[in-house]
């Protein structure tokens, strides 16, 4: 939990979808502090930190959670408990299943409904809440206690990762423009060019835009990206059955062989085809090093003595090298050899097959 920073980077869950107005996700949203989402939030539990607009409503299944200075251009439905802080705008109307904590100066112009507790105050922060709460708890000797409010925290009950939107990002149907990293995961559906220093799309997705970063880019198998794909100082990499529909600029470009590219290649080093780009598989190291020694790697049925040797392994007694040098071996099987003196061969001189003759197998060379 403490760890490092959650929001240091723009994380698509797979399975998101981004429509004309709104972020669908099977997950919880987290959006970091001073952002700009132009765009309905729909998923699990929503938290904002503080000076987040959304351009639309909030549909959270699980709690809100909503940071001072908050502006929300739309309404905001909450399955469980809401927590607004102070000063925050929702130009709509909140409508709260569970209870609902607000703080000062908090404006709702049409209103608000709650089936739970309603408390007038400065909600304090998650993750000082828990603090102060464990420290009681373990203060008095409820270890036990504490465990399980751990353990809860920890507990999930929903399987999908969450939306990950960093500090002081960007998003709308334009564009995702953030500062940090940006992964895209498996079987996703966006609008807009993504705007990130490097930049990972997973398998299966579609983005309705173009891709540029400073680093690399990595586009997995089976996506389309409608737009270019364009990064400074970085390489590009695209997967098997990937299309790009427009050009491709980059330092350096390895493009699977199924891969498709409707546009210009513009590399200023190396383009290559492959079967799978390296960007895509992670070899076993000692296969790595035993390629690089060019040798089998050890344990593999064609390393040889030497190379048992190499690995401090001791080969068994009854070893035999599969290749051994020309001349130091013996065959194990008898064989008559291919080529024979004309004298020690079992046909006689004076057959004709042998010879010359008129039913030689190499007929007399004819005058020119």
Request: proline letters at 5%; hydrophobic letters at 40%.
């Amino acid at each position: 939990m403490f760890g490092s920073d959650p929001l240091e980077e723009l994380a698509i869950p797979d399975g998101t979808h981004v429509e004309e107005h709104d972020l669908v996700t099977d997950g919880d949203v987290l959006v970091g502090g001073q952002s700009d989402v132009e765009l309905g939030v729909r998923g699990g539990t929503v938290v904002a930190g503080e000076r987040v607009t959304f351009g639309g409503d909030i549909e959270a299944d699980g709690d809100c959670r909503l940071d001072m200075w908050c502006d929300v251009d739309g309404n905001v439905l909450v399955g469980r408990d809401a927590y607004l802080g102070e000063r925050v705008h929702i130009t709509g109307q909140l409508v709260v299943s569970g209870d609902l904590d607000v703080g000062d100066d908090v404006d709702i112009d049409r209103g608000f409904e709650a089936n739970g507790w309603i408390v007038i105050r400065n909600p304090m922060p998650t993750i000082v809440f828990l603090f102060v709460y464990l420290s009681q708890l373990l203060r008095i000797g409820e270890e036990e206690a504490a465990e399980e409010v751990l353990e809860e925290f920890r507990t999930d009950d929903r399987e999908a990762d969450p939306v990950v939107v960093p500090r002081g990002a960007s998003v709308s149907d334009d564009a995702w423009r953030v500062s940090t990293p940006a992964t895209v995961g498996d079987d996703c559906r966006m609008h807009g060019n993504v705007r990130a220093t490097d930049i990972a799309v997973g398998t299966d997705t579609e983005i309705f835009g173009s891709l540029r970063a400073k680093a690399d880019i990595r586009v997995g198998a089976e996506t389309v990206v409608h737009g270019d794909v364009t990064t400074k100082g970085g390489d590009v990499a695209v997967g098997p059955g990937a299309t790009v529909r427009s050009d491709i600029s980059c330092a350096d470009c390895e493009l699977a062989e199924s891969a498709e590219v409707e546009g210009a290649i513009r590399a200023d080093g190396e383009t290559s085809l492959v079967s799978e780009p390296s960007a895509f598989t992670s070899p076993d190291l000692a296969a790595v090093e035993a390629r690089a020694d060019d040798r089998p790697a050890a344990g593999s049925d064609t390393a040889t003595a030497s190379d048992t040797a190499d690995t401090g392994e001791s080969a068994p007694d009854d070893f035999e090298p599969a290749v051994v040098p020309l001349g130091a071996g013996e065959l194990s099987v008898a064989t008559d050899p291919a080529v024979v003196p004309l004298a020690d061969a079992d046909r006689p001189w004076s057959d004709p097959a042998a010879t010359n003759g008129d039913d030689a197998v190499v007929p007399e060379a004819e005058p020119r």
